[in-house]
């Protein structure tokens, strides 16, 4: 960072725009562009909370929050529980449609508060063991690292210690929102809404500050299209050797457990591997580690016996995980302030000594805040009981389960509290006549994730879970796939190759599937659907738990997706950018389009930027599977910056959608920024958060949502063609819609071309202008003309 | 409680205000006296006799239809027009008092649902709650919906297939 005592002044400095003087020290704003050129800086440079807000109102007006109440009572402070059904209000006089607003606003801050804590516990352990003044250097093809930050805080950062001064801005911020949360304050249900999109911007660039900080200190890919296929699933493990599972998504106590097993020397001795995010990054960190993959596998993993010690750092575990350990004998290491499950903190004791009460059963398991003891302790526990639990009998044999499954009354409640309704009954009914098959449907692909849910309610003690695990055992041999290891950012040069193609719309999209496994109706589908695009031309991109579950399927001829298209940021490109702080990464490559092919200049420059990508750039998010209040925050945060983003049947239950209306045409008109005009525009894209109810329905919305206003007629064709194309094969007909897309003949698909015409006939269709600047903010002065309003 | 108006999954209890459980006979008074229903039909309705059974009453009651997820190409498959939305797409059109319905003759007054999957409709049918004071909402799934304001109750399919039956006629 740029900071010019008084002695180093240019002479320019007295007429420099932003002069910020504060008490202790005064900074000069000059910022680099890629060329080295000092630019302006943009009018919000760390914006505050209303700051944005205008930004915020015009993405509304458009895309108007929809609410679902998924609870009609608030039970916040003790004048509740209040009824807050149909007009009624709280106490404090709060509304429901402000009561739901507030509740996103509270997933946000949560999500982006555990993001951003897991970068700042990261950001502070890598300073301590790099050193404040470590270089951020993402290599010779990445110059503008940290686009997030870039335009946020107004300036690159150039060391690890550069990193606190967005991670403080970040903390800040997060704590003014998270005070809006409070009784007695806010009270409109849009301003709410504002405040939950600045949290969703924090946790975007709280995941930037994180992975950066790990990508860099920890050596991993630096935007590598060719980073390696790393191993995953659970038929990978070698299960004669003593195992370390980590779960979660903080990569130092992981990192720790390798660096000691590679000190040793004991890599052909103990097996680490990971589930969820930790697993993703510890292969970006070590490759010889191994994924046994996303978060629904958890249960089923654990209840397998096969850990011997489970490390766990942060977020997305199970928290019942010490009693599942205890069952099966395996020991618990917390490793972080974020979940340390009542284990003595024994942080400062001596290695062995802690080795020595987790094998005597002293301990039930230790809370240890230091990775490298960590390491130590994890791989001497792992390899000093290994044996001993080998000999253990932890999961009953078919004929058990046969037996047991004769139990069921058929009650059928395990269905009923089921998050997706599956016929769970009707596999253990299956199960009591010997008939395994139903169950085994439901093992594959994550049909049933293991939730837990049905077995606690089953009358009758059936032990579900430990059936699921046992029906995966036998299953072992199938359950080999891979996963190209996440690379982190995408590179400049990549952008510029295809930063004109996506703009103009000659590639029809970058679609991201990001997000958890709350999937309904199992885990195919995000693969199907990435096949899908991949095929046809778009960029896929991906991360997190949406990384693995595509690596879990094989096509036809038993390649994986990444064994089968390569990690470029380009067409048929399939990239993993890493774990779910990486994500960072996504709306990262959409701000680099802005900047790197449109010259726009990014530091201050929120609104700018923002503007452009939601007019130009083909982008659109799919979390199917999102259940967090981090995947809230995540999508959110894309919102504000015009990507779009389709959920899942589930998301719903977030309680806010932000959909727009085709019918009211006013709402899409556009100001050409170049010639001053008032154009109509058309409902691109429709909507900003959508929830599909299933996968047929999610495609044919993702192709229409990647167009947009700024498309040439070239690209335009290709969009609706695709558009076109899914629609026919997922709803059998033609799109009605599509002469709304349609500004002059030139926008036609020559395949649907009389299709086409036939709609614009009926629709009484006439061309309209394209605009050349299209924007959603206010001309700079009066605007000329109206042209083709209505 | 009564296990019939449990709401099928049970967490989806909302607050005090819980659908009112129909049968068949209260629930065609309903349709008998609304002026422009609307029949909301999901994916979940994938073949015969269902679908045939929709079918049916959608004609005798002369109901619009609109068809939710893919539900679309299923109908259409079979010769039937429909319109096609997404379940919060409609949902938000419903909701907005001011929107002039499918045959844009206005907004509609009843609004039947079958066929969306469960937890989803369920909150479609919690925003209509909150905010749809113009029309009733009425679910003939074989689930009960706590959140619309009348439901047929949890049963089985026999049981269900004779309530759906006794829909087809007045
Ligand atoms: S915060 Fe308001 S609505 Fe919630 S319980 Fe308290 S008074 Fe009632
Ligand atoms: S464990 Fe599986 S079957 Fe049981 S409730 Fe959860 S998802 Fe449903
Ligand atoms: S809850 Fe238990 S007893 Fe009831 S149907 Fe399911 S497995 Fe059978």
Redesign the interface.
């Known amino acids: 960072m740029i900071i010019v005592a008084p002695k180093d002044f240019k002479e320019d400095f007295w007429k420099s725009k932003d002069i910020k003087i504060s008490i202790g020290d005064i900074v000069q704003d000059e910022v680099s562009g890629e060329s080295g050129e000092p630019v302006e800086m943009g009018p919000t440079p760390k914006p505050h909370v209303t700051d944005l807000r205008e930004w915020d109102m015009k993405l509304m007006e458009r895309y108007e929050p929809?609410?679902?109440?998924?609870?009609?009572?608030c039970c916040l402070c003790t004048y509740g529980k209040c009824?807050?059904?149909?007009?009624k209000k709280g106490a404090c006089g709060i509304d429901?449609k402000a009561q739901q607003a507030r509740m996103v606003l509270l997933a946000c801050c949560i999500g982006a508060a555990a993001h951003s804590a897991h970068a700042r516990h990261l950001l502070e352990h890598l300073i301590e063991k790099k050193g404040n003044d470590f270089p951020i250097d993402l290599g010779m093809n990445i110059d503008i690292e940290a686009p997030i930050i870039r335009t946020l805080i107004g300036k690159a950062p150039k060391t690890l210690g550069d990193l606190r001064e967005a991670m403080d801005y970040m903390e800040e911020q997060n704590l003014h929102l998270l005070s809006a949360c409070h009784t007695g304050q806010e009270g409109s249900s849009v301003d709410f809404e504002s405040k939950a999109l600045h949290a969703g911007l924090m946790d975007n660039l709280g995941k930037e500050i994180g992975d950066i900080a790990q990508i860099v200190a920890l050596d991993m890919p630096k935007g590598d299209e060719n980073a390696p296929l790393v191993e995953m699933g659970m038929g990978t493990v070698d299960r004669d050797k003593p195992i370390v599972l980590c779960i979660g998504h903080n990569v130092s106590s992981g990192a720790g457990v390798i660096d000691y097993v590679e000190e040793e020397g004991l890599e052909d001795n103990v097996e680490v591997c990971g589930i969820c995010c930790a697993a993703i990054d510890i292969t970006r960190y070590n490759q010889h580690a191994k994924v046994i993959g996303p978060i629904s596998k958890q249960l089923k993993f654990i209840r397998s016996g096969v850990a011997d010690v489970i490390v766990v750092d942060e977020q997305c575990i199970r928290t019942d995980v010490l009693e599942e350990a205890k069952n099966n004998q395996a020991k618990v290491i917390a490793t972080t302030d974020k979940m340390c499950l009542g284990l003595p903190n024994l942080t400062d004791e001596d290695a062995d000594k802690i080795v020595a009460q987790l094998i005597n059963n002293q301990i039930e398991g230790a809370l240890i805040l230091n990775s490298d003891k960590v390491g130590e302790v994890a791989t001497k526990v792992a390899m000093q009981i290994a044996d001993d639990r080998g000999m253990l009998k932890l999961l009953p044999d078919m004929d058990e389960i046969q037996e047991l499954a004769k139990e069921c009354t058929e009650c059928g409640w395990c269905t009923?509290?089921c998050?997706n309704?599956i016929p769970i009954m009707e596999a253990v009914m299956g199960a009591s006549e010997g008939d395994f098959s139903k169950m085994e449907a439901l093992y594959d692909n994550d049909v049933c994730y293991t939730c837990g849910r049905c077995e606690q309610e089953c009358e009758r003690d059936i032990p579900i879970m430990s059936m699921m695990a046992k029906i995966g055992e036998n299953k072992l041999k199938e359950q080999r796939f891979n996963m190209r290891a996440g690379r982190g950012p995408i590179q400049d040069v990549e952008i510029r190759k295809v930063g004109a193609p996506i703009v103009l719309g000659d590639i029809p999209g970058v679609i991201a599937f990001v997000g958890c496994t709350n999937y309904?109706e199992g885990a195919q589908d995000v693969a199907k659907m990435a096949k899908e695009f991949l095929e046809r031309n778009y960029i896929v991109v991906t991360s997190g738990c949406g990384a693995m579950t595509i690596g879990e399927y094989r096509d036809e001829e038993g390649n994986t997706l990444y064994e089968k298209y390569s990690g470029d940021f380009d067409a048929k490109g399939l990239v993993n950018v890493g774990s779910c702080v990486s994500n960072a990464h996504i709306p990262g490559a959409c701000i680099k389009i802005a900047n790197i092919f449109a010259k726009k200049p990014l530091e201050g420059n929120f609104e700018e930027i923002s503007d452009y990508i939601l007019n130009r750039v083909g982008a659109c998010g799919v979390a199917w599977g999102a259940y967090s209040q981090k995947a809230a925050a995540i999508a959110t945060g894309v919102n504000r910056w015009g990507i779009p983003v389709v959920l899942g049947?589930?998301g719903?239950?977030y309680r806010r959608?932000y959909?727009g209306?085709t019918?009211k045409e006013e709402t899409w008109q556009l100001n050409d920024m170049r010639t001053g005009n008032v154009v109509n525009g058309e409902p691109a894209p429709e909507h900003l958060l959508?929830?599909?109810?299933?996968r047929?329905?999610a495609t044919v919305?993702i192709a229409k949502l990647c167009i947009r206003p700024n498309d040439t007629s070239k690209g335009r064709q290709l969009k609706l063609n695709h558009y076109i194309d899914l629609h026919k094969k997922?709803?059998?007909?033609i799109p009605e819609d599509v002469y709304k897309f349609v500004r002059v003949q030139k926008d036609i698909p020559i395949t649907y071309k009389k299709d086409v015409m036939d709609i614009l006939e009926e629709k009484g269709w006439e061309p309209r202008a394209i605009p050349q600047e299209p924007s959603i903010r206010d001309f700079k002065e009066e605007p000329k003309k109206k042209a083709n309003g209505k | 409680m009564n296990e019939r108006i449990i709401p099928w999954q049970p967490t989806v209890i909302a607050g005090p205000k819980q659908a009112m459980l129909v049968t068949p006979e209260t629930a065609k008074m309903m349709l008998k006296k609304a002026k422009r229903p609307l029949f909301v039909i999901g994916p979940l309705v994938t073949g015969d006799p269902i679908m045939k059974l929709t079918m049916d009453i959608s004609e005798h009651w002369d109901l619009p239809i609109v068809t939710t997820g893919d539900a679309y190409k299923t109908f259409g498959d079979r010769g039937i027009k429909t319109t096609r939305y997404g379940v919060v797409e409609i949902v938000n059109l419903l909701k907005d008092p001011d929107w002039k319905g499918i045959k844009g003759e206005g907004q509609h007054d009843l609004v039947m649902f079958i066929g969306c999957i469960y937890y989803i409709a369920s909150q479609g049918l919690s925003t209509l709650k909150h905010f749809a004071p113009h029309l009733k909402t009425l679910t003939i799934c074989k689930f009960f919906h706590s959140n619309a304001d009348a439901s047929f109750p949890n049963m089985n399919d026999d049981e269900w297939l004779k309530y759906l039956e006794k829909m087809k006629s007045d």
Do not use: Q, W
């Open positions: 929809f609410y679902a109440p998924f609870c009609d009572m009824d807050l059904t149909a007009g429901i009923r509290v998050p309704s309904p049947p589930h719903t239950k959608l959909l209306r019918d959508y929830a599909a109810e299933n047929e329905e919305e997922y709803f059998g007909t």
